[in-house]
């Protein structure tokens, strides 16, 4: 069936380090990837996100990059902060159109040390 | 700004009861979810609507049922609250993606 796998399940950093998050997915049709960052107590908040038509894509410190081939994306976060402590999930749109349904990795719990 | 309520932020209900929980979204977005989110295992797809009255099962929809009688308002039932029903209940809506959440609300089924 459909699957985002996600790794790795924690990561640890010192602050001003760079962080990776690495998604896999099942659905070759996939086309739409978001990444969702939770603090502690909060909503789950889109921070980016990347269509099937576009290899990369950077905002600020934060970029995402697409292997359509090798069916994954990753999440990259450049000279973090403390602020960016939190659980970071990926997810993918499987085939099912106009419905907006996502399936979502099962989170990446970054600690950023100062 | 997207506004997604979740009528509760805890709640606590006891085994066998009839529980509901109320999701509401202000910007005429036609998608709606259900997530039920555990340490460890992510979000997961109870059950979503991409229209009023228009509902398909997740990936983990025993036990639960919904209901949309409005666009703006889903609901998510549990018939009879087990204990192993006890988590974290997010809500989301959307159109043409992302998905917008909802604060959450924090079930204990004792």
């Known amino acids: 069936g459909e699957n985002v796998e996600q790794h790795p399940s924690t990561l640890s950093v010192q602050e001003g380090d760079s962080a990776v998050i690495k998604c896999t997915y099942s659905?070759?049709?996939?086309?739409?990837f978001p990444w969702y960052k939770q603090e502690l107590g909060k909503r789950p908040q889109l921070i980016i996100d990347i269509r099937s038509n576009v290899g990369e894509k950077k905002d600020q410190r934060i970029a995402v990059t697409l292997n359509k081939t090798a069916k994954h994306f990753s999440l990259h976060i450049t000279e973090t902060q403390p602020e960016d402590s939190a659980v970071y999930f990926c997810a993918a749109s499987p085939r099912r159109r106009g419905t907006d349904k996502l399936i979502f990795g099962t989170g990446t719990r970054l600690q950023v040390f100062p | 700004d997207v506004k997604v309520t979740q009528s509760s932020r805890y709640l606590v209900k006891r085994t066998g009861e009839k529980v509901f929980l109320e999701c509401v979204q202000d910007?005429?977005?036609?998608?709606m979810f259900w997530y039920r989110q555990d340490p460890g295992l992510g979000l997961r797809l109870i059950y979503f609507s991409y229209d009023v009255k228009m509902k398909e099962k997740g990936d983990i929809p025993e036990g639960y049922s919904v209901s949309r009688e409005k666009k703006e308002r889903f609901s998510l039932i549990l018939e009879s609250a087990s204990t192993n029903q006890t988590s974290m209940y997010l809500c989301?809506?959307?159109?043409?993606?992302?998905?917008?959440f909802g604060d959450g609300t924090r079930l204990s089924i004792l």
């Open positions: 910007m005429d977005h036609e998608n």
């Open positions: 659905d070759s049709a996939s086309n739409y």
């Open positions: 989301a809506s959307s159109i043409n993606q992302p998905q917008h």
